[in-house]
Every structure is written in structure tokens, then in C-alpha cells.
């Protein structure tokens, strides 16, 4: 009976301890552990760079590949048939306008407006004796009108003649100079008539001929100075003197001639050129190439930051390279360009953007 009792009381005791030792020494647990830890921070933003991009008038230059060009070129062709006599010229000689280049041989020429000098002297007489007998009323006045007629005959038949004499003479058109003479003295042919007797070239003023895409057609204006850079780095000033109103079927692109002065001929027909032709000035901003990205349709822009801190795309048009910066037209003035960190973020996350230091201005 004495040791139930002291089974009971053990048992109570243990009891007492197991409870006591809950509220000395507590379990951890995962409810716990969540209850005492401290609430969850908000994840930041992420940083990125920013300018506030500037827009102001920029000044583009179109630069373009193409050849000089004489201002007229022109095969001289024999008129008429013989041999040549007489050249006048040699490649190379300069002439001016009704110099003589070449003599065909006569061929009877000069006997055919001797005969028909020789007619119009007998018409003439014949007119003047037979008035005076229409006058006197003992011709009919009929006769008169066919004495006339036989004299205006006879002043385009010596007309005729002295015309078919001078085709015999090659002369010069206009001022230029003689680049290719194919013909000798005497050379023996059955027909000069079309065969070809001197290249006669004008390069004063001579042109710097280039082809423009239609999309930069607009900016382009006749008397529009331009740039010229020669392959032999002769440098020249021009204007825009023609352009063509119909486009190349291949190539969709239009003529652009540059007159450029060349009174001492330093410049020669053919030759590769470079020109470069101001365009109007548009609104543009300068920002750092490394600024520029692809959107996921392909399109080159820039991201910007707007008033939400949301990340945006911004598609641009480069309107002048340089090597480190760009001047692009699309965005708008005081806009946030990202310049660090674009690629890292997507349109519509918010991001923190922190002022980079602006690009210096470049001159215009």
C-alpha cells in the first residue's frame, strides 16, 4: 500500500516537471520561428542610367559616290563626201566656237556656185530689162511675175550651192577641246558623209554627276552648294545644277549633276568623285551609340524612362554618325534616355533611374 502511494506521487511529479518545463524552456517551431521573425523587405528597383536628351536643329550632310562628266561631248561627223585635205587640230588642242577642225577635198563644189552665181547674175539682168517693158505695156504683167520667180530660183539654187561648199568645212560648235581625232590626211574612203572626224569635249564648267535615293530626293535643291572630293584628292565647291524629275528603272534613284568651275581644266572627264551635299537641318538629339538597341520587332530605338519610372521603347532615325555619339530624330525633348542598363530591363518595369552625365554638345 506504501509503495502505490509512492508510484502516485512519482507520477505526479513527472507530470508537474513535463508541464513546468514547457514554460521554462520553450519549443521552437515553424509558427513560432515566423512569428518572431522580422516582416519581408520590398525588392528594389533597378538601376539605370539616364540623360535628358536635348533636341535642336542638325544639320545633315549627304555624302555620295559618283564621276565627273564634261559638260558637252560631241563626235564631229562629216556632211559631205570627199577626202580630208587639211586637219586643222591634234588631240588635245584647245578650240573655240567656228574654228575650223577639218577640209574635205571639193568635189566640184566651188564650180557649182560659180554656175549658180552665173544664173543669178542672167535672172536678174532678164527681170530688170523686162520690168521696163511691163511698164511700157508692151509685156503682159503675167510675164513679170514668172521673170521673178525664175529669180528667187535662182538665188536658193546659189544658196543651195554655197551651203553644199561649206559642208565641205568641219567647224567647231562651241568652245572645248579636241580629245580624239580617228582620221588622217588623205585617208582614202568612198563616203565621208557620217564618218566621224573629231571628238571635241567641253570641261569648263565640267560635273560631278551622283545617283540619290528617293527618300533623301526632297532634301535636295537646284543652287544648293556642294562639296567635291576628287580620287586624286582634289577638293572643289559646286552647286546642284540639275536634277532628274524620272528615276533609274533598275536602281530607283535620281541624277544629280554638280556644276563645278574648271577654267584650267585640272578636273578630267571620268573620274570617281565624292560629293557631299548639306541638307536642310531637322529636330534631333545627340545621344551615346552604346544608347541604341533593337526592340523584340527589330526596330532600332532607344528606352527611355517616363514620368512613372516605367521603362518605354522609342523608335529612331539616325540622322548624322559620328564615332562615339549618334544624332537621331523620334525622341522627344528632355526626354530620359537610358544609357546604362537598357539592355537589362523590358518595356513597362519599373525601374530607378539615376542621372548620368550628359554628352557635351558637338558643333554643328
Known amino acids: 500500500m506504501k509503495a502505490a502511494r509512492i508510484a502516485a506521487v512519482g507520477v505526479v511529479v513527472a507530470a508537474a516537471g513535463w508541464i513546468a518545463s514547457g514554460h521554462l524552456f520553450p519549443h521552437e517551431t515553424a509558427e513560432s520561428r515566423?512569428?518572431?521573425?522580422p516582416e519581408a523587405q520590398p525588392v528594389k528597383p533597378f538601376r539605370v542610367s539616364v540623360i535628358e536628351a536635348q533636341v535642336e536643329p542638325r544639320k545633315r550632310t549627304l555624302v555620295l559616290s559618283g564621276r565627273t562628266e564634261a559638260d558637252r561631248k560631241m563626235m564631229l561627223m562629216a556632211r559631205a563626201d570627199g577626202t580630208i585635205t587639211e586637219l586643222k587640230v591634234r588631240r588635245g588642242s584647245?578650240?573655240?566656237e567656228g574654228d575650223v577642225i577639218a577640209v574635205l577635198s571639193d568635189e566640184a563644189r566651188e564650180a557649182r556656185v560659180l554656175q549658180a552665181k552665173a544664173m543669178l547674175l542672167?535672172?536678174?539682168?532678164?527681170?530688170a530689162a523686162k520690168m521696163k517693158l511691163v511698164e511700157q505695156g508692151t509685156m503682159p504683167k503675167l510675164e513679170a511675175v514668172n521673170l521673178e520667180t525664175q529669180?528667187?530660183?535662182?538665188?536658193?539654187?546659189?544658196a543651195?550651192?554655197?551651203?553644199?561648199?561649206?559642208?565641205?568645212?568641219v567647224r567647231a560648235p562651241w568652245s572645248g577641246i579636241v580629245n580624239d581625232v580617228p582620221v588622217e590626211v588623205g585617208q582614202a574612203v568612198l563616203q565621208m558623209m557620217g564618218k566621224e572626224i573629231a571628238q571635241i569635249v567641253s570641261i569648263d564648267p565640267i560635273l560631278a554627276v551622283v545617283e540619290v535615293a528617293e527618300r533623301n530626293l526632297n532634301g535636295v535643291h537646284v543652287g544648293d552648294t556642294a562639296e567635291i572630293r576628287l580620287v586624286t584628292g582634289t577638293k572643289a565647291t559646286g552647286k546642284v545644277r540639275f536634277i532628274s524629275k524620272s528615276a533609274s528603272a533598275s536602281t530607283r534613284t535620281y541624277r544629280v549633276d554638280v556644276e563645278i568651275p574648271n577654267a584650267d581644266g585640272a578636273i578630267p572627264d571620268g573620274i570617281t568623285a565624292e560629293v557631299a551635299i548639306p541638307l536642310a537641318a531637322v529636330p534631333a538629339a545627340r545621344v551615346p551609340r552604346s544608347a541604341l538597341t533593337f526592340s523584340s520587332a527589330g526596330d532600332l530605338g532607344v528606352r527611355i524612362v517616363d514620368s512613372g519610372n516605367k521603362v518605354a521603347f522609342v523608335t529612331v532615325a539616325v540622322v548624322d554618325d559620328q564615332q562615339e555619339f549618334m544624332?537621331?530624330?523620334?525622341?522627344?525633348d528632355a526626354a530620359r534616355v537610358i544609357v546604362q542598363g537598357q539592355d537589362f530591363v523590358r518595356e513597362g518595369q519599373v525601374v530607378e533611374p539615376v542621372a548620368a552625365q550628359a554628352p557635351k554638345t558637338a558643333a554643328k
Do not use: C, H, M, Y
Request: overall charge positive; hydrophobic content about 50%.
Open 122 to 127: 542672167q535672172r536678174k539682168t532678164e527681170l
Open 327 to 332: 544624332w537621331v530624330r523620334g525622341i522627344a
Open 34 to 37: 515566423a512569428a518572431v521573425q
Open 94 to 96: 584647245p578650240v573655240k
Open 151 to 158: 529669180f528667187k530660183a535662182a538665188e536658193a539654187g546659189l
Open 160 to 169: 543651195a550651192a554655197e551651203a553644199e561648199k561649206d559642208r565641205s568645212i
